[in-house]
T-cell receptor, first 115, second 110 residues
Framework: DADVTQTPRNRITKTGKRIMLECSQT?????MYWYRQDPGLGLRLIYY???????NKGEISDGYSVSRQAQAKFSLSLESAIPNQTALYFC??????????????FGPGTRLLVL | SQQGEEDPQALSIQEGENATMNCSYK?????LQWYRQNSGRGLVHLIL?????REKHSGRLRVTLDTSKKSSSLLITASRAADTASYFC??????????FGEGTQLTVNP
């Protein structure tokens, strides 16, 4: 089974709708991240969390919110989706205590289309 | 703006040739990492080089880092069609988060 899973894998929604993207991990990592990727561009950090009680904004947090329900779960919400939030969204994890602590492990991505 | 900028944006080579991709960044870093992404899929970590290292090898991968020029290069030797993917550099300046470049799209033709 994959270590980092994302649901749904694909989602089509309409402008103004609230949607939630979910991420679960079995790696036992404390740190989790949400990124978005737009065509031909690199990844931009939306939010990150270093433990259940820690939430931090990334470079593009406007229009998004997150919830860290447990060590293994980190959800990203779009309260009122807009078309320019159409993108590929990735969840990632890292382990600050491990030998490869700076390495991030990515989920398969959620492709979101906002009409 | 992105910390890492990659060059070239796209590279097309024949199987067996070497592929070189470059990354430039703007601020001091703790380490620089290279990731690979197959079309529409999640990124996979390839190699990490720390700020006090100048060169690192992993299989067919060779990474160099020049902190005075704030640049890094990734060399893939004896490329294969399966190496076709996008390659991203990512810099760790704070020990807590990565900043990714825009990537190089590598196509290896059989």
């Amino acid at each position: 089974d994959a270590d980092v899973t994302q649901t749904p894998r694909n989602r089509i929604t309409k402008t103004g709708k609230r949607i939630m993207l979910e991420c679960s991990q079995t790696k036992g990592h404390d740190r989790m991240y949400w990124y978005r990727q737009d065509p031909g561009l690199g990844l931009r950090l939306i939010y990150y969390s270093f433990d259940v009680k820690d939430i931090n904004k990334g470079e593009i947090s406007d229009g998004y919110s997150v919830s860290r329900q447990a060590q293994a779960k980190f959800s990203l919400s779009l309260e009122s989706a807009i078309p320019n939030q159409t993108a590929l969204y990735f969840c990632a994890t890292s382990d600050p205590a491990g030998d490869g602590k700076e390495t991030q492990y990515f989920g398969p991505g959620t492709r979101l289309l906002v009409l | 703006s992105q910390q890492g900028e990659e060059d070239p944006q796209a590279l097309s080579i024949q199987e067996g040739e070497n592929a070189t991709m470059n990354c430039s960044y703007k601020t001091s870093i703790n380490n620089l990492q290279w990731y690979r992404q197959n079309s529409g899929r999640g990124l996979v970590h390839l190699i990490l080089i720390r700020s006090n290292e100048r060169e690192k090898h992993s299989g067919r991968l060779r990474v160099t880092l020049d902190t005075s020029k704030k640049s890094s290069s990734l060399l893939i030797t004896a490329s294969r069609a399966a190496d076709t993917a996008s390659y991203f550099c990512a810099t760790d300046a704070s020990g807590s988060r990565l900043t990714f470049g825009e990537g190089t799209q590598l196509t290896v033709n059989p």
